[in-house]
């Protein structure tokens, strides 16, 4: 069965759950303030890099089941079903999420629903802000009673957004304790194609549902955090850290995924969401619960000034006047995203004091440069290594682990390599004279 659809927000998660809900076969036009993303949208063209995503795009504008518009009249007009997919950033200067746009999406749609409908939030959100929304919605909805609003977080990756959309591991819907059980049946309705696959749906309340997408990124962030901190200690004690990850990830209690230790996490997700939640902790008094995550954070943190150090120990002692080609700027390979990207952030430390840094990266060079624009951009990897007196790998893409050390052995004027990702094959690199360093390798 086809529902009617409306998505608000064209972004990472809008964009590819609008498409996907498409390609479902459900109708579906996706809302967005910005004008010139529908424009790139309607004419099939994804505003950001994400695999696979522009196929499902186009094929589902060409059939006529997807389409584009700025009007919330329309969208309020032709769906029974509104998803809200608006981002929820770090406020500046504090550790909150930032509900602005939100809360912006509800206040202009809820007024125009004079039918029932169902509003499913999909935005990372504080938990307790779901049940504020469904009140305020029946308070001003001219359907009054009759519109619902139920919580259903995304857990969707950049570079799998498709694949995790249409076959996530599990669904998770959040429903008001009034609620007399038809959003839940028209959820089942929207999503029956995921159930049939036997894909688990957790019906919780709104509270439970906010939580599991917060827990969820925090336990995640612990997890690279562990093994960072891991890395500190195998560097003090000249052991091998991605060696201790293969053993004890072969405990199927601990698990191997997310145990690459490395320069840390960042992105869009992982760090504002731990520090969201730190920051909803603390206003329902439970603070004491989440300070471990501070620690968290701070292990993340400093693995970027220790990736900063060991480049300056690699040159002896000083950046200055080096030159130091940065290979990935990317928050993670197969995305462009470069939000809080540790790549990039160690790239701009690393000019900052002193050095010639020139970055190359297979897809977020645009978004570097208007992040970053005094850094030097190379057009491909063998140009940035030029003249180089270390080459740093920031971010692992295939690109860049299948890099051959013979290909850039004339070109650089050190043969000095540090991988901070933990991706490249140390003993090649060695054997083809070069000096090669890994974090928490010894
Ligand atoms: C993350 C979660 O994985 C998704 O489930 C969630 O839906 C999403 O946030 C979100 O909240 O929207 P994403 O930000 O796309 O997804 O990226 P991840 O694959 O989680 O990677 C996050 C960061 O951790 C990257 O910088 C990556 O390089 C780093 N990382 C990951 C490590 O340093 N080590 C690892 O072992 C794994």
Known sequence: MSNRIA???????????????????????????????????????VPFYEPGLEEVLKRNIANGRLRFSSSYHEA??????????????????????????????VDTLAPLLTRPALIVGKSTVPVGTAQKLANRVREIAPAGNEVELVWNPEFLREGYAVQDTLHPDRLVLGVDRQSEGWAEQIIREVYAQLLNEEIPLLVTDLATAELVKTAANAFLATKISFINAMSEVCEAAGADVSLLADAIGHDARIGRRFLNAGIGFGGGCLPKDIRAFMARAGELGADQALTFLREVDAINMRRRTRMVELTREALGGSLLGASVAVLGAAFKPDSDDVRDSPALNIAGQIQ????????????????????????????????ACRGADIILVLTEWKEFRQL??????????KRMIIDGRNCLDANLWRQSGWTFRGLGRN
Do not use: W
Request: proline residues 4%; negative net charge.
């Open 404 to 413: 051959d050390p013979r290909s850039i052995d004339g070109i650089v004027r």
């Open 352 to 383: 900052l004091q002193g050095a010639n840094v020139t970055v190359y990266d297979p897809k977020a060079m645009e978004n570097s440069k208007a992040l970053f624009p005094t850094l030097n951009y190379a057009t491909e990897a063998q140009e």
């Open 76 to 105: 309020a007009e032709f769906a029974d079903v509104h998803f809200v997919g608006v981002g929820t950033p770090q406020k500046r200067g504090e550790y909150a999420a930032d509900l602005t746009y939100v809360n912006a999406v």
């Open 7 to 45: 998505v608000f927000g064209t972004g990472y998660l809008g964009a590819t759950h609008a498409a996907c809900m498409a390609e479902l076969g459900h109708e579906v036009v996706g809302v967005d303030v910005d004008i010139s993303k529908l424009a790139k949208l309607e004419s099939g063209e």
